[in-house]
């Protein structure tokens, strides 16, 4: 993992959770302020960073990988986010909707990411080609 895709992670799991927020907002379910958005800013940072360390210990299993990603974004925003910020109350309610957000937050970063990969290696692949057509 790069630093540009470590910036991609940060940005498109920020985004993801203020649309998610907003939503829950528009509910009646959820009533955060500015300082929320820099608490969520500094979380989604640490995520990233922790995803890049994970990243750098080669894990050779998907599921491993994916899990231990999942547990980090947890410890983030559980541990980080809930316990020290105080973002929510430790019931079963606000861990179930805590807990719901990140995992599709998680996925949709993820699915992002894979996009992002796939389209970069697709055009890694046109150059190649391009380049061996003009050899030929």
């Known amino acids: 993992m790069k630093l540009r895709e470590s910036i991609v992670i940060s940005c ?13 907002n528009g509910m009646g379910i959820s009533d955060l302020n500015w300082i929320f958005n820099l608490e969520l800013f500094v979380v989604t940072t640490l995520i990233s960073l ?4 994970i990243d750098k210990l080669n894990i050779e299993s998907q599921p491993v990988y994916m899990f231990l990603q999942i547990i980090s974004v ?24 805590t807990t719901g957000v990140f995992v599709v937050v998680y996925f949709i970063t993820y699915g992002v990411v894979f996009l992002i990969n796939s ?18």
């Open 50 to 53: 922790f995803m890049y360390i």
């Open 12 to 24: 498109v799991s920020y985004t993801a959770v203020m649309i998610i927020i907003s939503i829950l």
């Open 119 to 136: 389209i970069t290696t697709e055009k890694i692949n046109q150059k190649i080609a391009e380049h061996n057509n003009k050899e030929n």
């Open 74 to 97: 947890a410890i983030s925003v559980l541990g980080i986010g809930g316990g020290i910020m105080k973002w929510f109350r430790w019931t079963l309610e606000y861990l179930s909707i």
